[in-house]
């Protein structure tokens, strides 16, 4: 029960606030709240990434290129950037399900505990930046896309800037941080399944040329086809995140219009400054769904959701799944002494670019 609280806390936050709010007789308007083509969305893309995680194929090619790394510091580099790459594609999340589990892996002969904490906290450094790219890297970026209606190709051109601040901050980090002490990596051979990726990989790639034209369809195809190539990915399937985002418009929405909050004649800067700011009070999801429903400036809302997931633990689901995985003492003093100083870092170049 404790763990469900834990993991969970945000769907059982927006739940009970709805139990608050509901009125049998405001339904049809609860529905209207509700964003459908986000829900859609982030439904296909769990499906996809979650049967491409079923499948190994990345552990299984991620583990032969960190088997070249024969030093802390070359490990912290070659795990991040892996990371970095698939948060843009599989998601911020499906990423450090990925790759912390090859981390965990090190335990068995690697003493220095305080090393595999630090490699731990920087994945959730790692799947913040590069997600933050990509419009289905990460659950605010899926909800801002459908929103704002941008493409596919300007979503990327807007959030090239504050992707690159944070990479090279974060590549900066990780020299200074990590020692240049050798390291032993054991091979461990990874059973997986080349045929499902390669299913996954396809219907990935039909999800990106025709979402956008009829989700609806996507969606529909998507069900059907993992249906019959990984039934499995339906247990693995993360309903509360979906349950999560329909109690998080209906809440957001309802009390936006019920206190009408008008915010408007905020600067871009301020904007910027305000969804950076909500980000660490309410989790950066959240803040964007409230600062869309404010504000009309895509890009100060994007860069200020996106730049706030690195700050304190609550401020991105990433830092709570990647913490979520290693027991060590102080892991989250240890984790707000970098995330601060990396937060201040980037937020404060991404404010005289904006």
């Not at 990434?49 to 290129?65: M, P």
């Not at 309410?282 to 404010?294: D, Q, Y």
């Not at 290693?326 to 984790?335: C, H, M, P, R, S």
Request: proline content about 2%; some cysteine.
């Amino acid at each position: 029960m404790v763990n469900f609280i834990k993991s969970e806390f945000l769907f059982i936050t927006f739940f009970i606030i709805f139990l608050l709010i509901f009125n049998i007789n405001n339904l049809n308007i609860y529905i209207n709240y509700i964003n459908f083509d986000v829900i859609l969305t982030l439904t296909s893309i769990l499906l996809i990434t979650t049967t491409i995680k079923s499948s190994r194929f990345l552990d299984y090619k991620l583990e032969k290129i960190i088997l070249f790394a024969d030093t802390q510091r070359k490990f912290a580099f070659l795990i991040t950037l892996s990371t970095i790459f698939l948060s843009m594609f599989v998601t911020n999340d499906i990423s450090l399900f990925i790759t912390i589990p090859i981390i965990l892996s090190l335990k068995e002969y690697i003493k220095d505990k305080l090393f595999i904490a630090k490699l731990i906290i920087f994945q959730a450094f790692g799947a913040n930046s590069g997600s933050m790219l990509t419009p289905i890297g990460n659950p605010q970026n899926i909800y801002l896309f459908h929103h704002f209606q941008q493409s596919f190709i300007n979503y990327i051109k807007i959030m090239s800037a504050p992707f690159f601040i944070t990479f090279i901050v974060l590549m900066i980090l990780i020299f200074i941080v990590f020692k240049n002490e050798k390291i032993k990596i054991i091979n461990v051979e990874i059973k997986h399944n080349k045929k499902l990726f390669i299913f996954s990989l396809i219907l990935f790639l039909i999800f990106l040329v025709f979402f956008k034209i009829n989700i609806l369809i996507v969606t529909a195809i998507t069900i059907i086809t993992i249906l019959f190539i990984n039934p499995r990915a339906f247990k693995e399937f993360d309903y509360f995140l979906i349950l999560t985002f329909i109690f998080m418009f209906i809440d957001i929405k309802y009390l936006i219009n019920y206190y009408q909050i008008h915010l408007n004649l905020l600067s871009d800067k301020k904007i910027y400054l305000f969804s950076i700011f909500l980000s660490q009070l309410i989790s950066n999801v959240p803040a964007s769904i409230v600062s869309a429903h404010l504000f009309d400036n895509f890009k100060a809302i994007a860069w200020g959701v996106n730049i706030g997931g690195h700050g304190i633990i609550i401020s991105s689901f990433a830092n709570i799944i990647a913490l979520r995985f290693y027991k060590y003492n102080n892991i989250n003093l240890l984790f707000h002494k970098y995330s601060i100083i990396f937060l201040i870092i980037t937020m404060s170049i991404c404010y005289y670019l904006l």
